[in-house]
């Protein structure tokens, strides 16, 4: 199976500007989650999706939002972006079993610098 | 969710076996126990997943005491690429309830 891809890999962007990121999870997961990485705050859970409705949220600005098709794949999108949106953003795929045991699948990421 | 508690950084060189313990003393009853793997840049990967006892994959072991209240990761021979964080979750996914939390992690340098 292919595993989960995001595109694109790295992206620079200034101060203002909106910025959408794209992740393709593995065939047949419905959850896709985002996660903000930064050296300082260490993983940070965005948002999850699931079967196209947003399922969990975390503490994060409402500039930052999300969506999900029919096929799984899913964007996030940050408008009016800051210097500190700068990050390395993670989805992860899930596989969760009917028992709630779960295995996350990531993704290689996309570094986005926010000038 | 279950608070777990790992060393911020272990050292060690090549071909050791290297043990990472993680605390999880509030563990409930059907929670699982997962370790990632994180490099530099890139997103965890999944290196091993278990309930209780033992369990061993071509990569890792984790031993998981009877009490539950912690869990060890061990690497056996490590070596140079197998520097990088490693992070322990602790819960159980049920429909609708929040993502697994994940902490600092354990920064593993291998050294030569």
């Known amino acids: 199976k292919a595993g989960v891809t995001q595109t694109p890999r790295y992206l620079i962007k200034t101060r203002g500007q909106q910025v959408t990121l794209s992740c393709s999870p593995i065939s047949g997961h419905r959850s896709v989650s985002w996660y903000q990485q930064t050296p300082g705050q260490g993983l940070q859970f965005l948002f999850e999706?699931?079967?196209?409705?947003?399922?969990n949220k975390g503490n994060f600005p409402g500039r930052f939002s999300g969506r999900q098709f029919s096929n799984s794949r899913s964007e996030m999108n940050v408008s009016t972006l800051e210097l500190g949106d700068s990050a390395l953003y993670l989805c992860?795929?899930?596989?969760?079993?009917?028992?709630?045991?779960?295995?996350?699948?990531f993704g290689p990421g996309t570094r986005l610098l926010v000038l | 969710l279950a608070k777990t508690t790992q060393p911020i950084s272990m050292d060690s060189y090549e071909g050791q076996e290297v043990n990472i313990t993680c605390s999880h003393n509030?563990?409930?009853?059907?929670?699982?126990i997962t370790w990632y793997q994180q490099f530099p840049s890139q997103g965890p990967r999944f290196i091993i997943q278990g309930y209780k006892t033992k369990v061993t994959n071509e990569v890792a072991s984790l031993f998981i005491p009877a009490d539950r209240k912690s869990s060890t990761l061990s690497l056996p021979r490590v070596s140079l690429s197998d520097t990088a964080v490693y992070y322990c979750?602790?819960?159980?996914?049920?429909?609708?309830?929040?993502?697994?939390?994940f902490g600092k992690g354990t920064r593993l340098s291998v050294i030569a």
């Open positions: 999706y699931f079967s196209e409705t947003q399922r």
């Open positions: 979750l602790v819960g159980r996914r049920n429909s609708g309830n929040t993502p697994l939390v």
């Open positions: 509030n563990i409930a009853t059907n929670d699982y």
């Open positions: 992860a795929s899930s596989l969760i079993t009917s028992v709630g045991q779960e295995t996350q699948y």
